[in-house]
T-cell receptor, first 111, second 112 residues
């Protein structure tokens, strides 16, 4: 069972780059790594997904080392509106079905 | 816009009184999920449907049941709600395995 571990909270300032790392030592071969953002009283929202190496989209980058035992979500030039909880999710609903959510990282962006 | 809709947004029920939460989607996705989320915790998957195939998480209490009468709708039935079942219930969909999940806004359940 791929347990995911991420920091409980992080602080940063507007305009900075923020990196949030998730550990998933027992990740299975078929597992993908997905990151979600959640604001209070809303459902989680997809940020980015990857399997290995680096993935980049318009809002974030995801770095995954060769052993895939961790992943790092990178948010470039954060703003106050990026204050939210960020979840790392590891899994695959087919085969050995498992979806393992991290406990979430509460990110607070300060002016 | 294509989306995941949950009704109602807030539901109050009495201890032991059955309650049904509903979810609908206009995305035509194969997979629909139900999650329970308590304050300051990650979403906890209760079960999911892949098309008509129902998959129950091992630790989902028998008190929780689900129905998916067609592709667009999925229901969560709580047969005898206890105080510990008060939570946000999230519905999500995905096109298939390994695909992004799209979440609804959630239904907050209060048990009196």
């Amino acid at each position: 069972l791929a347990k995911t571990t991420q920091p409980i909270s992080m602080d940063s300032y507007e305009g900075q780059e923020v990196n949030i790392t998730c550990s998933h030592n027992n990740i299975a071969t078929n597992d993908y790594i997905t990151w979600y953002q959640q604001f209070p009283s809303q459902g989680p929202r997809f940020i980015i997904q990857g399997y290995k190496t680096k993935v980049t989209n318009e809002v974030a980058s995801l770095f995954i080392p060769a052993d895939r035992k961790s992943s790092t979500l990178s948010l470039p030039r954060v703003s106050l509106s990026d204050t939210a909880v960020y979840y790392c999710l590891v899994g695959d609903i087919r085969g050995n079905y498992q979806l393992i959510w991290g406990a979430g990282t509460k990110l607070i962006i300060k002016p | 816009d294509a989306m995941v809709i949950q009704n109602p947004r807030y539901q109050v029920t009495q201890f032991g009184k059955p309650v049904t939460l509903s979810c609908s989607q206009t995305l035509n996705h194969n997979v629909m999920y139900w999650y329970q989320q308590k304050s300051s915790q990650a979403p906890k998957l209760l079960f999911h449907y892949y098309d008509k195939d129902f998959n129950n998480e091992a630790d989902t209490p028998d008190n929780f049941q689900s129905r998916r009468p067609n592709t667009s709708f999925c229901f969560l039935d709580i047969r005898s709600p206890g105080l510990g079942d008060a939570a946000m219930y999230l519905c999500a969909t995905s096109r298939g395995d390994k695909e992004t999940q799209y979440f609804g806004p959630g239904t907050r359940l209060l048990v009196l």
